[in-house]
Every structure is written in C-alpha cells, then in structure tokens.
C-alpha cells in the first residue's frame, strides 16, 4: 500500500495513534498529524522513518496549509485518504460551561475538521480519495451534562451527510465512524475538564449542580470500564480502507446498536426521564 497515503488527525494518542500503527503494519505511508510539540518529538523517536509526523493543529490555518504543502510535495499523485480524528471533550451543566471553552472545543471538533477537508479536497478529487470523519454515539444520543461534546458530535453527522452527497458525484468517498465509549485518553481529560470547570461555579451554581456532577464524573468511570479496545477501532478503519464500497456510517462499540435504536425509536420523553435518572452508559 506504499502508493496509498493516510493523513490521520490528532495522532499523538487513542484511535489515531492506534490507526497509524495498524495502517504502518498493512504498508500504507502514513502521515500523522500532531498538535503537542512534545507529542512530535517522541513520536519522531519511537517510529523514526517509519512514521512520517506532522505538526498539526487543526484549529491552525497556517499548520493546515503547512501540511497541505508537504503532503503534495512528497505523495507524488498517489491516493490519499484524510482521516480526521482530532477531538477533544468535556461536560458540565451547560450554565457553567465557559463560552470560551465551548468554541475551544468547537475549534477543533468541528470547525478544524471542516478546515481540513477544505484545503485537502482538491487533492482528494484528483484522486478519488476518502474522507473518513469520526463521529461518536454522542451523535446520536445526547447525555445530560455532555452538551458542549455532544453537540459538536451531532455537527460532525450532519456535515459528513452534507459532504458525502455533494462529493458523490465526483467520486470521493465519505465515510463517518461513530465509535461508543473507548479506552482512550479522552475519557481521563474529560474528568479533569470537569472538574476544572467546577472551581469556576458560583455557590449557587454548586449547589444547585453538586450531586448531578458527581453523579455524571461516576458514570465516566464505569463506561471507561465497560469501553472497548482502541485496537477495535483502527482494525475497522483498515477494513473500510480496503473496502471498494464502503458503508456511510459505522457504529462501533458494547450494545452501540441498541443505544442507536434508542435514540431514534424510543418515546422522547420516556428517554429523557431515563437519561435523568440513571445516566447513559
């Protein structure tokens, strides 16, 4: 697969790294896109030649175009398929929520996916190449307390239905991946982001909101336990990369199915009073 190349987004941890080492294993040249310098120096030390790292903020219109040029330079017209993998989570009641940090993680979660594909569609037209987008059961249901993360996962489904009929006719694939709860990073980091975003909350605020955090802070722990290999994800990507036709969505993950159906069949507000009462796992 050395004249297929990958650009993987947000790489330095969970479903990226994990794809870039399973994609290196299969022989494709992968490029892995990485916003941490520090992030970018070890990987460089790990996989040397072998991996071929970039410094990628996708939040940067300037680390895009950057990428952009070299990815041209190098690829010499092969096939190229953009993953967009960067993201970043967070929760807390939606009133405490800094606005600042809802367009941090909109920065990256929505508006740097839609700026990547822009400055490398041409390159993937030329091509018929893919775009891969990475969704999240978040897409489908959301959870009280998960506003912020869940709302840019819903963007992230509706602009991967827009893009894949517009691009249709031009024979570039659109692929999107809505993984359940994962053993990555991701989890961890949203802890932490909600509690940081408690030491900011008025007294009312508090305790109005105490219980119900610490409620949502115990049910991350028990999905962390329940979550699925990051492993699972990067095989499924490797499979739709050698599938001719692949399937629009993908669900991946524990009863992901059911929590799907759930969603969309199940009586609005017999959801919401169990979503309330029990938290989604």
């Known amino acids: ?14 479903i990226g790294l994990a794809t870039a080492e399973k994609l290196l294993v299969e022989g494709y040249s992968v490029w892995a896109g990485v916003r941490n310098p520090r992030s970018l120096d070890e990987l460089k030390k790990i996989y040397e030649d072998q991996l071929q790292v970039l410094k990628l903020d996708v939040s940067s219109e300037d680390d895009v175009n950057q990428a952009l040029q070299v990815i041209n330079l190098q690829k010499n017209g092969d096939q190229l398929t953009l993953i967009n993998n960067a993201g970043i989570s967070g929760g807390g009641p939606l009133e405490t929520i800094p606005i600042k940090t809802w367009r941090a993680l909109f920065d990256v979660n929505v508006f740097g996916l ?39 996962k819903f963007a992230v489904r509706g602009l991967s239905d827009s893009l894949r009929r517009e691009l249709l006719p031009l024979g ?18 949203s802890t ?8 900011s909350m008025t007294e009312e605020q508090k305790s109005t909101y105490d219980a119900a955090i610490v409620k949502v802070l115990q049910t991350v722990e028990s999905v962390e336990n329940d979550a699925i290999p990051v492993q699972d994800v990067a095989n499924l990507i490797h499979e739709i990369l050698q599938s001719k036709n692949p399937r629009p969505y993908y669900l991946i993950g524990k009863n992901i199915h059911l929590y799907a159906w759930i969603a969309r069949l199940m009586p609005v507000r017999l959801l919401d009073k169990i979503l309330v009462k029990r938290g989604f796992k």
Request: charged share 15%; hydrophobic share 40%.
């Open 114 to 152: 839609v700026q990547m594909t822009q400055a490398f569609l041409p390159t993937l037209r030329k091509k018929r190449g893919m775009v891969i987008n990475i969704g999240s059961i978040a897409g489908h249901l959301a959870s009280p307390y998960l506003s912020s993360y869940s709302a840019s």
């Open 192 to 199: 932490a982001s909600s509690l940081g975003d408690q030491a």
């Open 1 to 14: 697969m050395k004249n297929h190349h990958v650009l993987i987004t947000g790489a330095s941890t969970g």
């Open 172 to 189: 570039v694939k659109v692929v999107l991946v809505e993984p359940g709860p994962i053993k990555t990073p991701i989890w961890k980091k």
